[in-house]
């Protein structure tokens, strides 16, 4: 039997609707349907509830129920690798902000330049594969920045980097330091990714 069978008739065995459960838990009915449809499965905290609420044991109500186990797995998958993306993701910004600092001359890296060069770029690699893992994964790990960059929140804000990227350009000609060009080279290729993205 799985999942969705065991949460309907441990319902019916109580004589109980839908709409009485998702009272008792605070929840909406549509909410119930779906774990019975077995359309989406409920988190951890939410189980122990049901599993209190119906008198019916945890193993019992998983058991034999891969979809579920494996709902769970990747929730835990999910909150673990955030961990680790979140990590990578402040180290690649404070290189980032000492390459931007060398650029204008705030710091000298020097002889140190080419290490972290070498260590920006495997930070950007296992960046990358995570985000692979994600979507082969659908684990929804993207911060909501990400979400906004990506053009997942709408393709305006796709934007913010292209301006950016412009901006700091504009900064280095007023200041007369570095190479501003490379600036607006990587902005006008983000407006052309940004312009491909929505015209696919």
């Known amino acids: 039997m799985k999942f969705g069978e065991r949460l309907k008739n441990a319902r019916l065995d109580m004589n109980l609707t839908q709409a009485d459960v998702a009272n008792e838990l605070f929840i909406t009915r549509q909410t119930i349907s779906s774990w019975e449809n077995e359309k989406t499965y ?62 204008l001359d705030i710091v000298h890296l020097g002889v140190f330049y080419i290490p972290i060069l070498f260590v920006f770029i495997f930070i950007g690699l296992a960046m990358d594969n995570i985000s692979e893992f994600n979507i082969a994964s659908s684990l929804g790990i993207k911060y909501k920045w990400q979400k906004y960059v990506s053009g997942d929140m709408g393709y305006k804000y796709t934007l913010i980097l292209p301006i950016v990227s412009c901006l700091f350009g504009i900064l280095c000609l007023y200041l007369n330091k570095g190479n501003p060009w490379w600036s607006f080279i990587c902005a006008g290729l983000l407006f052309w990714v940004d312009f491909k993205t929505k015209n696919k």
């Open 42 to 103: 409920p988190d951890i905290s939410s189980l122990i509830k049901l599993s209190n609420y119906y008198h019916i044991s945890l193993d019992i109500l998983l058991k034999e129920d891969t979809g579920m186990r494996e709902e769970l797995e990747k929730k835990y998958v999910s909150v673990n690798m955030k961990k680790v993306y979140g990590k990578l993701q402040v180290c690649f910004f404070i290189l980032l902000f000492l390459f931007i600092a060398n650029v």
